[in-house]
């Protein structure tokens, strides 16, 4: 299917056109897209084969890959017009591909979804009810949203290392001017775990699992002098969450 034009709204991730290919190719090698995120969510997606699933802010496509080679029927969405062509690159015209913005009412049927996937997506947005909400609509009866976002403790003391009196609990923008060595202007949205977790319930979703895992295992042969001296290789950068719409 041919990508949609880009609804109003859509220049968040439409930031992200000037540097896809420098951004796609860092996250092919580096070790906080590749070696920790992409294995985690890849784990706690399990067996999809038969499944139709969505992956919002599907990004270069990593998980779209992922998903058809596990036997999905992978549909993607992404704001950046230059990611989605990456994609489509990357796993043929067959796959279903949108431009589309998260904040804007997503472009399928209630009930179209077994699984939905939202990987370090959420971020970019202050308000997360209305994606949520929709996220919810377009899941099927039992289906289940696999989500990863920014740590929220990690941000906080980001903030407090470099200087900046920070409230915790505020929901507050954090400008990134740097991003895969290219020069940028991206807006990315903190917030605190109770808040995260007040607005989970109340757009109707229940949290069943939630995880701070390791990477995978060939990470620590890939990046030795990161983990050099540690005797647990787990660190903190992103939470994992599986939710599941409340009955």
């Known amino acids: 299917m041919e990508t949609s034009t880009p609804p109003d709204g859509s220049g968040r991730a439409a930031a992200y056109d000037p540097i896809a290919e420098a951004y796609a190719a860092e996250n092919a090698t580096s070790l906080l897209n590749e070696y920790y995120n992409r294995p985690a969510i890849r784990d706690l997606l399990g067996d999809v084969s038969g499944k139709h699933v969505l992956d919002v802010g599907c990004g270069s496509g990593p998980t779209l890959v992922d998903l058809i080679k596990g036997g999905a029927t992978a549909v993607g969405i992404d704001g950046s017009k230059a990611?989605?062509?990456?994609?489509?690159?990357?796993?043929?015209?067959?796959?279903?591909?949108?431009?589309?913005?998260?904040?804007?009412?997503?472009?399928?049927?209630?009930?179209?979804?077994?699984?939905?996937?939202?990987s370090l997506t959420l971020h970019y947005l202050e308000d997360w009810h209305s994606p949520l909400t929709e996220i919810r609509r377009v899941l099927k009866p039992g289906g289940r949203l696999i989500l990863s976002v920014e740590h929220p403790l990690v941000m906080w003391f980001t903030a407090l290392q470099a200087g900046n009196t920070t409230n915790y609990f505020a929901t507050r923008p954090r400008h990134v001017t740097d991003m895969a060595g290219q020069d940028a202007d991206l807006t990315f949205w903190d917030r605190s775990l109770s808040t995260m977790f007040k607005t989970f319930f109340d757009t109707g979703f229940r949290v069943t699992h939630l995880d701070?895992?390791?990477?995978?295992?060939?990470?620590?042969?890939?990046?030795?002098?990161?983990f050099e001296d540690k005797d647990d290789p787990r660190f903190l950068a992103f939470l994992f969450l599986v939710l599941v719409p409340a009955a």
């Open 83 to 118: 990611l989605i062509d990456i994609a489509r690159d990357r796993v043929g015209s067959a796959t279903e591909l949108y431009v589309a913005d998260l904040a804007e009412s997503l472009p399928f049927d209630d009930s179209t979804f077994d699984d939905v996937v939202c």
């Open 212 to 226: 701070e895992p390791g990477p995978a295992p060939e990470a620590l042969e890939r990046f030795p002098e990161f």
